[in-house]
């Protein structure tokens, strides 16, 4: 496991990871767990292989974290069946199709105001 981590992390943005492993003993121990998670949410592309097919599911363009900049705070949020339903466990078998996730934009009035200045 060590090479190929090794071997990804050295390939910068220029390398993707294509694994199922989850990775989760190397993280375990690590004092920065949050860089390695990100770091693998940016980098794995996972698999599935049916019969001779193989389809790659690469990692979202962005990041589904909440994000802030100028404009205010930008959440993510699940839709569709089971959006808003608790468990004590999930378990995740497929990643969601990008569509799947909502985004709940938090800013100022301000933000939203249009000038109407007249010169």
Not at 4 to 26: F, I, P, Q, T, Y
Not at 60 to 69: I, L
Not at 91 to 112: Q, T
């Amino acid at each position: 496991d060590w090479y190929w981590l090794a071997a990804a992390v050295a390939a910068g943005d220029a390398g993707w990871l294509v694994s199922n492993d989850e990775m989760r003993d190397h993280h375990f121990g690590m004092l920065s767990r949050g860089d390695f998670l990100q770091w693998k949410a940016r980098t794995v592309v996972k698999f599935e292989m049916d019969g001779g097919d193989v389809a790659l599911a690469p990692p979202p363009p962005y990041s589904e974290s909440a994000q802030f900049d100028a404009g205010g705070w930008h959440v993510p949020a699940r839709v569709g069946a089971g959006a808003g339903e608790a468990s004590a466990a999930t378990v995740v078998v497929r990643r969601p199709a990008p569509g799947a996730l909502a985004w709940l934009c938090c800013a100022p009035a301000r933000a939203f105001e249009v000038s109407n200045k007249s010169e």
